[in-house]
Structures are given as structure tokens and as C-alpha cells.
């Protein structure tokens, strides 16, 4: 057993909850716990989160998504160091829309778990209620 499956769900075989078995799926579910979790709100870690989403109301430019970025970097790099992580932003769709205007981010990570040598790419949409894989 690695972690339980979000949303939990009730197993006869796991136990109580529906667990991941492979520890790909279990990283990826940490790296999305990472960047929902607001700093301050885990109880004896308040530096622990990212909370991607308060930076989506914000009057930001290529300089506050570089500020994101090395957040990200740093936060993985501090609580899950068996990762080597990379960080994009795309602003506009094909047609030019921007993102930023629509109040969401389009992020993608591309990841390496270190000890597996197991390469990974997340690509994320970051809305102001939910972060959604695509």
C-alpha cells in the first residue's frame, strides 16, 4: 500500500480505502496535494503548499509567473527530493486568448522520479476551485 486513492473510495481488498499500487499515480496525487494546499493550512508544516490558485486574481506578468515557477521548484525540491522537476506556462491558447484574462493557468511539469528513472509529464489547468489534469 502506497497512499490512499482520491477521492476515497471504499475496498473489500485494500482495506477501508481504495489504495494506489503503482508509485507513479501515488507521486502524481502528491504533487497535486502540493500545489492545492494553501501555506498555513497543514497542520505543523505551515510552510508546506503552494496554493496555486490565490496567484489567479493577481495582476501578474512573466516576472510573478517566474516567481511560481521557482516556488514550485523549491517546494518539490524541499518535500519531495527524489524529484527533478521543469516548469512551463503556456498564456494564450492557439487562438490568442489569454489565460491570465479567462482568470486560469495552464501549466505544465515535467518530472523525473530519480530513484525509478521514470520520466513523467503533468499537464495542469489551474482554475480558482479546482486543478484539473489534461
Known amino acids: 500500500m502506497l497512499q ?36 498555513g493550512e497543514w497542520p505543523a508544516r505551515p510552510e508546506f503548499g503552494i496554493g496555486i490558485s490565490k496567484h489567479l486574481f493577481e495582476n501578474y506578468s512573466t516576472d510573478t509567473l517566474v516567481s511560481i515557477r521557482r516556488n514550485i521548484v523549491s517546494q518539490i525540491k ?10 512551463m506556462f503556456e498564456t494564450e491558447d492557439v487562438f490568442g486568448n489569454s489565460y491570465i484574462d479567462n482568470n486560469y493557468i495552464s501549466m505544465t511539469l515535467r518530472y523525473t522520479i530519480v530513484p525509478l528513472s521514470v520520466d513523467e509529464i503533468l499537464n495542469l489547468k489551474i482554475t480558482e476551485s479546482s486543478i484539473e489534469v489534461i
Open 4 to 39: 490512499p486513492k482520491f477521492p476515497l473510495q471504499f475496498s473489500e481488498r485494500d482495506g477501508s480505502y481504495k489504495n494506489h499500487t503503482e508509485l507513479e499515480l501515488s507521486v502524481k496525487q502528491n504533487i497535486l496535494f502540493l500545489m492545492q494546499t494553501i501555506p
Open 78 to 87: 524541499k518535500y519531495m527530493p527524489f524529484l527533478k522537476v521543469d516548469v
